[in-house]
């Protein structure tokens, strides 16, 4: 969007802000400066008729001139809080936005309110108006021609067509892949393509992606006064490249022409997984306590005859995939500047006839209770609404937040979520 600072506006200072005046950055398409902060339902038409229109920059604390260019900085002394407070209430939907505050010698500072153009138009203002931006004007106007009001919701259904799109794992799998398990997990940012990384497929920066995924971690969470260690690996070797993406792969001992995991980066941030799900038959599980015995005699009351058949998936190595994984990507958008929220959603494929596993008293006892969950759906897509995960929450509560994020999948295998992720973290405690 437009930008006449040539840097990020999180890192403007005082004398970044005469360039207003040197360029003669006039009011407009793009820029609005008000010299003291306006009521509410005046702020709320500026911020909507930007988002409705191509976007913009909204100034508080800048004094114009005749001929609507920067004359004078002043500042105010409102907080950026304000903003959101004054928008709250006047405009539905909500538009995204973001809020700076530049301080200034004075101890007063200007405002900076940065609004994208939106995905989601049209934004309606309380009065029931919908307000656009005009090329020469100081201030929005309502929009009342049709034709333009079909298109704000037609680049609605435009956006919502794109992301779907983006949900969707183009990868094509081979008939020997055809029963193996996937998890595939899109997060993207929020909005959707808002965030830019243009020098994602520069030598360096691809070296840098490849060292921050292949290699291992190790966190920790304080959960009911004990500390909760958590240790594991993330394998990716390999490097392909796609017209806006970079994708990482495993591929070391495997038929290159197979989909192993795979970490998928576009320039905006958004993320594709592919998630092989590690499965072994009921020969191979670990036989060696109590807990077992007792699931034994439930799996064999269940009159499973075709036992061998089924995939028994580790509940601790697939929550430990996923934490892995979700603290990799936050923490490589972090490094790139973005720090805000991922929405998230999921798809299993070829996920029937698997089942959860896990030795810890919860899940025993939840088998002896109702028996053993079989997954006996092919393909699920799911949750039905977004999940919302808050970058800065992920990185202070790694352990629980990915519980959040591990319940969805658990139930869709057949298991609640909610004795899934205790049954996890019972296991992770006993260390």
């Not at 929020?190 to 070296?207: A, C, N, Q, R, W």
């Amino acid at each position: 969007m437009f930008n006449p600072f040539g840097k990020y506006f999180r890192d403007l200072k005082a004398k970044d802000l005469e360039i207003l005046k040197d360029k003669q950055v006039a009011e407009g398409w793009h820029v609005e400066y008000k010299e003291s902060r306006q009521k509410a339902e005046k702020v709320a038409k500026s911020v909507s008729s930007f988002a409705n229109s191509r976007g913009g920059i909204y100034f508080v604390g800048i004094q114009a001139d005749d001929d609507n260019r920067c004359k004078k900085v002043v500042g105010v002394e409102d907080s950026p809080d304000v903003i959101r407070d004054c928008v709250k209430g006047h405009i539905q939907p909500f538009p995204y936005f973001e809020t700076f505050a530049v301080k200034l010698v004075n101890n007063m500072k200007v405002l900076i309110v940065v609004v994208p153009e939106s995905k989601t138009p049209p934004h309606i203002h309380s009065d029931g108006r919908i307000y656009v931006r005009q090329e020469a004007a100081s201030d929005p106007v309502f929009q009342s021609d049709r034709h333009v009001i079909d298109g704000l919701y037609s680049r609605a259904e435009s956006w919502r067509k794109d992301l779907q799109d983006f949900r969707t794992m183009d990868y094509e799998l081979c008939q020997g892949e055809s029963n193996q398990p996937y998890l595939q997990i899109f997060m993207n940012t929020v909005p959707y393509k808002h965030f830019m990384m243009s020098d994602l497929f520069k030598g360096e920066e691809i070296t840098k992606m490849l060292a921050h995924f292949h290699k291992g971690y190790e966190i920790s969470e304080t959960i009911d006064g004990k500390n909760v260690p958590f240790r594991g690996n993330i394998t990716l070797d390999t490097v392909n490249t796609y017209h806006n993406s970079v994708a990482l792969r495993y591929l070391n001992g495997s038929d290159i022409s197979r989909n192993g995991l795979t970490v998928e980066v576009d320039i905006h941030g958004n993320t594709k997984v592919l998630l092989p799900l590690e499965y072994t038959t009921y020969d191979n599980l670990e036989k060696e306590d109590e807990l077992f015995q007792r699931y034994h005699i439930k799996l064999s009351k269940s009159n499973l005859v075709a036992v061998d058949t089924i995939k028994f998936i580790n509940v601790k190595t697939l929550y430990g995939a996923i934490l892995g994984l979700f603290v990799k990507v936050s923490k490589y958008l972090k490094d790139r500047g973005y720090e805000d929220t991922l929405e998230v959603k999921m798809r299993l494929s070829d996920s029937w006839r698997t089942t959860l596993y896990c030795a810890s008293e919860t899940f025993v006892f939840y088998i002896e209770e109702w028996g053993v969950p079989i997954c006996m759906k092919n393909d699920q897509y799911f949750p039905e609404y977004d999940l919302i995960v808050k970058l800065s929450e992920l990185k202070a509560k790694p352990i629980t937040q990915t519980a959040l994020l591990f319940a969805p999948v658990a139930s869709a295998l057949g298991m609640t979520g909610s004795i899934a992720t205790q049954a996890v973290i019972q296991t992770l405690a006993k260390k």
